[in-house]
């Protein structure tokens, strides 16, 4: 079992839609969940971070973590052209390293 | 936030030489590490950069084959040894700034060996 796995792009949502981006994680004691966006060609940047169950929200983004179930997730609201991306999901492991996950390559299309 | 510049952003290189990439930040932070990033994976971590003393690898990579050095809190260079085609990836330096945000990253350095 890989330590980190998100759900196996691409995914293709139209504009305006909602993208649902989803990971599980294999380390138990991992406290802090990251999710970056890395557009082709450039380097990753943060983009939601999410230290207890429940929802985070920030502006279109909303992170759900689910520590019990080793879940987090990522859903963009009003989905745009410009989220098209690949997103990757980056718990914190024990030793307080990010293991990053494969990614997910979102395209929205308009 | 923190900016970081490395360089180069790009080389082609013949295999069995050596490149030294540099990541430059412009404040002091604690933590920097480097990454890689094979084509069309994610990234993995190649090893802590610790400054005034060793950096620490990850399982699969070793000392001899990317040495690091970190001389002060702004500055590391990451360098490919005796490269090889399969070394070909872009390597990212990163920085934590503090642990509610979490590792900025560099624009990276795409590497080619032929």
């Known amino acids: 079992q890989k330590e980190v796995e998100q759900n196996s792009g691409p995914l293709s949502v139209p504009e305006g839609a909602i993208a649902s981006l989803n990971c599980t994680y294999s380390?138990?004691?991992?406290?802090?969940f990251f999710w970056y966006r890395q557009y082709s060609g450039k380097s990753p940047e943060l983009i939601m971070s999410?230290?207890?169950?429940g929802d985070k929200e920030d502006g279109r983004f909303t992170a759900q973590l689910n520590k019990a179930s080793q879940y987090v997730s990522l859903l963009i609201r009003d989905s745009q052209p410009s989220d098209s991306a690949t997103y990757l999901c980056?718990?914190?492991?024990?030793?307080?390293?990010?293991?990053f996950g494969q990614g997910t390559e979102l395209s929205v299309k308009p | 936030s923190a900016v970081i510049s490395q360089k180069p952003s790009r080389d082609i290189c013949q295999r069995g030489t050596s490149l030294t990439i540099q990541c430059q930040v412009d404040?002091?932070?604690?933590?920097m590490f480097w990454y890689r990033q094979q084509p069309g994976q994610s990234l993995t971590l190649i090893a802590t950069?610790?400054?005034?003393?060793?950096?620490?690898?990850e399982s699969g990579f070793v000392i001899d084959k990317f040495p690091i050095s970190r001389p002060n809190l702004t500055f590391s260079t990451l360098t490919v040894s005796n490269m090889s085609p399969e070394d070909s990836s872009i390597y990212l330096c990163?920085?934590?700034?503090?642990?509610?945000?979490?590792?900025?990253f560099g624009q990276g350095t795409r590497l080619t060996v032929v």
């Open positions: 990163s920085v934590e700034v503090d642990r509610e945000i979490r590792a900025f």
């Open positions: 380390d138990r004691v991992s406290q802090s």
């Open positions: 999410i230290y207890s169950n």
């Open positions: 980056a718990p914190a492991n024990q030793g307080g390293k990010l293991i």
């Open positions: 404040s002091q932070v604690t933590m």
């Open positions: 950069a610790n400054q005034g003393s060793e950096a620490t690898y």
